[in-house]
């Protein structure tokens, strides 16, 4: 199976590059046998992938140590789940997943377009198996990177190193994956652009048919960083669920331009504004999935997020370097043809909310990409690495984000082209009604924090004016159809999926403020204790009852039992019992202690327990406590986004009909 997967990569890299040069061959010479064989090798690019991966599982499910990367990412003790996560656990697996992706969005792809966006098809192909190329060359010719490649050991040993300890998670098999989706899906609208700034055709067909591509890209991406953020909650065991760590960052630049992507292409598809705007941004988020992977794979930053040196840094940076310069080339190219039909007619209008809403988001990924990138600057200028801490980070993110949450409340008040003042009246009324309410409200509770209480009012006005907007809709659709009122509001959203499904992600994003809000109140407590002594935290007194040994197979588990009690009534709340592993020394890696941190969480605050245990004579224990206000709001959060951006995604039979239309127009002007 070894050897099936390494010659199917070898075939292809004849395949993705044959593909290539046939699709683009074709396009010039107008040729339409070349474009359809061009087609099928990107197809058999596809398969041969699919092959790839599936002899790389089968070697980890048969525990096949004769191979480098299943004996350093497993062993025989680990789980099926576990086990199947190896893949994507070190950089060879990491980039074969990228390039299955690639391969089978590209496969898609094809399918979706048999008789559709003929014109571009060709030049979207060649830039798809540009990418998938560049990956076969990666994973054939470095000798870290390909998943293939014999134990170097002299012989084959009898079990492997296993998973790094922080690894043993849920989140090993939720957030790369996710993550890597987000990347790679981003590459379709990313493609599609590029074949119409070299085609010509820069109508927002390009838009409207990857619209979904791109909602589906963004949707991973948005899991890919929640997930990451609570694995690091649960598993890092500081606290916290984000540090501004460089490889969180990485995941973050493309989402946030990515957003604002998403809601700028709005404009153009309404009002035939900020073409030049949307081919830039579409740009940049690829190039930030580019830059995330070669912050992450290629070893150039100490991160408890990163991998290895490996050797990947300079072709990464030329790949990233060639995605920027033939994107903005082919841009600056094609200016003349990429006019504005409309300008914008007032600064009170939607219009100009949505470019605020991106001059925000991309402030905020500036500061984040400045940061990232400042300790390498620092070094090279003055040979001295210079870091960036959280509060430079908070300082210029803090106050764009709450701009960004006034936004989210108030473009949906404002009308397109031009807000009267009849229409702000009516439309402000009752959102400012409820946030004065909510302001008062706090301040009687005896919030006095100026950036809170900002926040916590604003939340309140975005909260209420999404649901005004489902009232109102509801009600009208009541009216109008006779339909009782809760058949009216699921028929609502399932007639106006993209609006009403972006309203329930913003509703997410406003829990995710919820969250935010907490963190000026966070509390730490850390103390050594004895069994039966007892600390005091906010309103928790919590005793330590005792710790014991639990052997495992491949590990010694220390387990201290935490009981909680209301400190002013003394009711007993639970018991809690945080863990400390010791894991067994396997091959080369030595004896790891790894947290396993507890949780009482609640919609209020969580109690966040971190345990060390005296390791001569378990007698004393040290314990780092924290309460983290409203941590939970966070994590509900995407269960409300996913949900809105399902139904954002799901079909739309009216809008197939609107394309199939523009479709045949499109065609007919161009037999024309």
């Known amino acids: 199976m070894a050897s099936i997967g390494y010659y199917s990569l070898v075939a292809l890299l004849g395949t993705a590059l044959f593909a290539t040069v046939m699709s683009v061959i074709g396009k010039v010479r107008n040729r339409k046998d070349m474009i359809l064989s061009g087609e099928r090798a990107a197809l058999v690019s596809g398969g041969l992938l699919i092959l790839s991966a599936i002899s790389l599982f089968y070697s980890f499910l048969a525990r096949d140590f004769s191979l480098q990367y299943v004996y350093n990412y497993s062993d025989r003790s680990l789980s099926f789940i576990y086990t199947i996560s190896g893949f994507w656990a070190g950089n060879a697996g990491s980039l074969l997943m990228w390039a299955v992706f690639l391969g089978v969005f590209q496969l898609i792809l094809i399918l979706q377009n048999r008789r559709k966006n003929r014109d571009v098809m060709p030049w979207v192909i060649a830039i798809m198996s540009t990418q998938v190329t560049f990956f076969a060359f990666l994973l054939i010719f470095l000798d870290s990177t390909n998943p293939f490649a014999p134990v170097s050991l002299g012989y084959i040993p009898q079990d492997g190193q296993g998973l790094n300890p922080m690894l043993h998670n849920p989140g090993m098999y939720l957030h790369p994956p996710t993550t890597y989706l987000g990347y790679v899906g981003f590459g379709v609208p990313f493609a599609f652009a590029m074949a119409a700034l070299i085609s010509g055709k820069l109508s927002d067909m390009w838009i409207r048919t990857t619209r979904r591509w791109t909602i589906f890209a963004w949707f991973f991406l948005t899991i890919g960083n929640i997930v990451g953020a609570w694995w690091a909650y649960y598993t890092l065991g500081w606290g916290g ?16 331009v990515g957003t604002a992507y998403l809601h700028s292409v709005m404009i153009q598809e309404k009002k035939g504004m900020l073409k030049i705007w949307n ?58 043809d990429l006019k504005t039909e409309n300008e914008l007619d007032s600064i009170i209008s939607r219009e100009s909310m949505f470019l605020f809403n991106n001059l925000i988001l ?74 004065f309410a909510g302001f008062s409200t706090f301040l009687v509770m005896g919030l006095r924090h100026g950036g809170v209480l900002l926040t916590a009012t604003l939340i309140v006005f975005v909260l209420s004016v999404i649901f005004m907007e489902f009232y109102r809709g509801t009600t009208a659709r009541n009216r109008m159809t006779g339909e009782g009122l809760a058949n009216s509001f699921v028929n609502l959203i399932w007639k106006n999926k993209r609006r009403y499904g972006g309203y329930m992600i913003h509703i997410g994003v406003a829990m995710i403020f919820v969250a935010f809000i907490g963190g000026p109140f966070k509390h730490t407590v850390e103390k050594s204790l004895k069994p039966g002594d007892a600390v005091n935290i906010r309103n928790y007194k919590v005793v330590f009852d005792g710790m014991r040994d639990l052997p495992r ?12 009690f209301d400190k002013k009534s003394g ?16 091959g080369s890696q030595p004896e790891q ?49 996913t949900f809105g951006t399902v139904i954002a995604l799901w079909p739309d039979e ?6 199939a239309s523009i479709y045949s127009r499109e065609a007919v002007t161009s037999e024309v």
């Open 553 to 564: 197979k491949n590990k010694l588990t220390v387990e201290a039992t935490m009981s909680v």
């Open 241 to 256: 669920y984000w540090a501004w760590d460089p490889v969180e960052n990485s995941s973050f630049m493309p989402w946030l």
């Open 571 to 586: 009711k007993k709340l639970g018991v809690v019992k945080p863990q400390k592993d010791f894991f067994k020394e396997t």
């Open 279 to 336: 081919m830039a941004l579409i740009i940049l988020t690829f190039a930030l999935t580019i830059l995330g992977t070669l912050i992450t794979r290629s070893g150039i930053i100490n991160s408890v997020h990163t991998f290895s040196s490996s050797g990947l840094g300079p072709y990464l940076f030329a790949f990233l370097m060639l995605a920027l310069g033939g994107g903005f080339g082919l841009l600056i190219y094609r200016l003349p």
């Open 362 to 435: 991309l402030g905020i990924a500036f500061t984040t990409l400045w940061g990232t990138i400042y300790p390498f600057i620092s070094e090279a200028v003055q040979g001295v690495k210079v870091t960036v801490g959280q509060p430079f980070y908070d300082q210029v993110s803090a106050p764009l984000g709450i701009a960004l949450l006034f936004l989210i409340g108030f473009c949906p008040l404002i009308a397109w082209r031009r807000a009267s003042l009849e229409n702000l009246r009516r439309n402000f009324l009752i959102p400012l009604i409820a946030s």
């Open 654 to 659: 009216g809008e197939k009909r609107r394309l």
């Open 593 to 641: 202690p790894w947290t396993r941190v507890a949780v009482r969480s609640t919609s209020r605050e969580d109690l966040y327990f971190i345990f060390s245990p005296d390791e001569q004579g378990r007698e004393l224990a040290s314990f780092k406590i924290v309460v983290n206000p409203l941590m939970r709001w966070m994590w509900m959060a995407g269960f409300v986004m």
